[in-house]
């Protein structure tokens, strides 16, 4: 993803770990998979990584240096 730099520094970051960052899109920028807004950016940094949803949303996905991308999209 070439433009991943610049999408990330128009997010709000919520969470930082070593596992996971998590931005949200407070902005109203458009996922790159479906051109919709989206919810969150989730970065996964370690081979496995577990979400516990609270609720169903829709997720697109994306790869930036090997790191899945998930793009959320609440109902």
Do not use: W
Not at 1 to 7: G, V
Not at 53 to 68: E, K, R, S, V, Y
Request: net charge negative; hydrophobic share 35%.
């Amino acid at each position: 993803m070439e433009d991943y730099d610049e999408l990330v520094s128009s997010l709000t970051p919520r969470q930082e770990s070593d596992s996971v960052s998590i931005y949200q899109n407070t902005v109203g920028i458009a996922c790159p998979a479906c051109e919709s807004p989206f919810d969150n950016l989730i970065v996964c940094k370690d081979e496995f990584n577990s979400l516990e949803l609270d609720f169903a949303m829709d997720i697109c996905t994306a790869i930036h240096d090997g790191n899945p991308l998930l793009f959320t999209h609440k109902h």
